[in-house]
């Protein structure tokens, strides 16, 4: 039997990364490392270890100011982030 391909529901297409990014809490000015798994400009799938918090800012690089971001869902060490 042929596997059924399940449809799309994103709003705008990811693109895959594996880059190293940076999670900074809200009131926070420490950073924890994160692999960003794919990217698009509503959101992000990102590998981390350990627990994180529900909002924060992701940066892509530690020199920038990042996006505040949301978690929609978790799977083991991988969450779905919406940015807000």
């Known amino acids: 039997m042929f ?3 399940r449809a799309e529901r994103r709003k705008s ?3 895959t990364h594996g880059s190293r990014a940076w999670i900074r809490p809200d009131s ?4 924890r490392e994160c692999r ?3 990217l698009s400009p509503v959101g992000a ?3 981390i270890e350990g627990e994180i918090p529900k909002s924060f800012a992701l940066l892509l690089s530690l020199n920038s ?3 505040k971001a949301r978690i ?3 799977r ?3 969450v779905g982030i919406q940015f807000i």
């Not at 926070?28 to 950073?31: E, K, Q, R, T």
């Open 3 to 5: 596997a059924r391909k």
């Open 13 to 15: 297409a990811r693109s």
């Open 28 to 31: 926070s000015f420490a950073v």
């Open 36 to 38: 960003v798994v794919d």
């Open 45 to 47: 799938r990102l590998s």
């Open 65 to 67: 100011a990042g996006r």
């Open 72 to 74: 929609k869902w978790r």
């Open 76 to 78: 083991g060490n991988q």
